[in-house]
């Protein structure tokens, strides 16, 4: 049976026009996104993954941002350059977003649970009291003990953790079919966050949503996520199944991820690292974004950009290793 396809991103680019000139912070974007699946969007920082995001919500500050190019289609229809009452319908109703920092996204002057309660009156049109019900369910449905009472308190008296979980329930609170996710358990311990992503997966299965991780972090990646999309320079270098990109990862930028994770049952004298830095978003290079720190680099690589080419079902890399070309100039035909 063939899986209905909820999200698709088509070549997205997001520039921001300064006084230092272009910054292309997102350029030429593209992955897709199933019922009930989960993708991880990775990289370091710098790297696009969060202006994609906002991206996708229209939620880049413009000016200086615009987007200038791409698709991103919603259940077919696509939501770049809608009128802002239209997006204010899709937004919280049919996508969703959980910000990596709950303090500055949670108004400090209300209480969590009016919070919670507007954005289900805002998409539902539930009286008052219906919404505040709602809204302390939804509490409770995220694991807050005595969410009458923790409803009636301000982000301030509660935990990073119990934050985090606010922040979680006035996503899910409408049912959207899509939830964001940007790096919602990083300021948080281990123990903590292992609980937020235990709940995430819970209410996915429950309600058959979708979700774009948005992480630096891989061993998250592997917990969560059904396929992978590995993001530098404001592309998309690599795509995969979870498990075959950890396995077999294609791309030298993904090699060098997965080799500088520390290693549990191997003595390491020293972590491994990936010489250089992302070049900036204002002065791209010409050829491959990652040839100065790539240690396979070739002439051809420094002179044009390669493509994404698909290897196979659900495979897909940006590196001219796996070109025709790469044979060529090996071969002396170049």
Known sequence: MEQQKVLEVKNLKTHFFTKEGVSKAVDGVSFYLNKGETIGVVGESGC???MTSLSILNLIPSPPGKIVEGEILLHGQNIVGLPQEELRKIRGKKISMIFQEPMTSLNPVLTVGEQIAETIRLHEKLPRRQAWDKAVEMLRIVGIPSPEKRAKQEPYQLS?????????AMA????????IADEPTTALDVTIQAQILEILKDLQQKMGMSIIFITHDLGVVSEMCDKVAVMYAGQVIEEGVTGELFEQPLHPYTRGLIDSLPKLYEEQDELQTIEGSVPSPYKYPVGCRYADRCPFARELCREAQPELIEMAEGRKVRCYQYSEKWNLQESGGL
Do not use: E, F, H, N
Request: aromatic share 0%; with cysteine.
């Open 160 to 168: 990073g953790g119990m934050r985090q979980r606010v922040m979680i």
């Open 48 to 50: 696009g993954k969060s």
């Open 172 to 179: 899910l609170a409408c049912s959207p079919d899509v939830l």
